[in-house]
C-alpha cells in the first residue's frame, strides 16, 4: 500500500515530516518532487496519481496551486470511478502568499470556488482536511484501516464468519 505525496512542489518542504515519520514506521510513499524531473517521469507520477492507495493533495499558502488544484479534480473523479478501496485526502489553504498581485488574487479565487465544491461532495472515500496536521494523522489512519481490512480480507471469507441472529 502506498501514500502519495501530491500537492505543492517546487522549494516546498512539507513532504519532510510525512517522509520521515512514513519510514521510521515502513509505510511506503511515493514523493514526485525530484531534483533533477524529467519530463518522463509524468508518466511515472501519472501511474502513481492512478493506482496509489491513498493520495495527499495539500496545496499551501507559499504557492499558486494552479497545477496541484487541477490534479485535484482529476484524483477526486478517478477515485469516484474507479475505485472505492483509494482515498483522496485534500487540504487547500485558503490564502496564497506569492508576491505577484494578479496570481494571488487568481489563486485566492480558485482555491474558494474548489474549497465550495469539495465542501458539496458526499463521497466516502474523498476527505478535505482542515490543516496539514489533520491530513497526516488521516493518512495514517486510513493507512492503518486499510491494511487492516486488506489482512482482515484476505484472512476470512463470508462463509468463514458466523453470527448470531
Known sequence: MTIGLFGTCGHSKWRDSFMK?????????FN?????????????????LANDEIVLFPVLAETTGLG???????????????STSRHIVVYID?????EDEALRKESIRMRALILA??????????WVAKD???M?????????????NRSFKEKYTINDIQMDR
Request: charged content about 25%.
Open 21 to 29: 515519520k512514513y519510514d521510521e514506521i515502513g509505510i511506503d510513499y
Open 32 to 48: 514526485p518532487l525530484k531534483d533533477d524531473w524529467k519530463p518522463e517521469d509524468a508518466a511515472i507520477e501519472a501511474e502513481h
Open 68 to 82: 496541484s488544484l487541477g490534479e485535484v479534480g482529476f484524483s477526486i473523479l478517478q477515485a469516484i470511478k474507479l
Open 94 to 98: 485558503p490564502n496564497c502568499t506569492v
Open 117 to 126: 465544491h469539495l465542501k458539496k461532495l458526499q463521497y466516502p472515500n474523498v
Open 132 to 134: 496539514m496536521n489533520s
Open 136 to 148: 497526516h494523522y488521516l493518512a495514517n489512519y486510513l493507512h492503518s484501516f486499510e491494511v487492516t
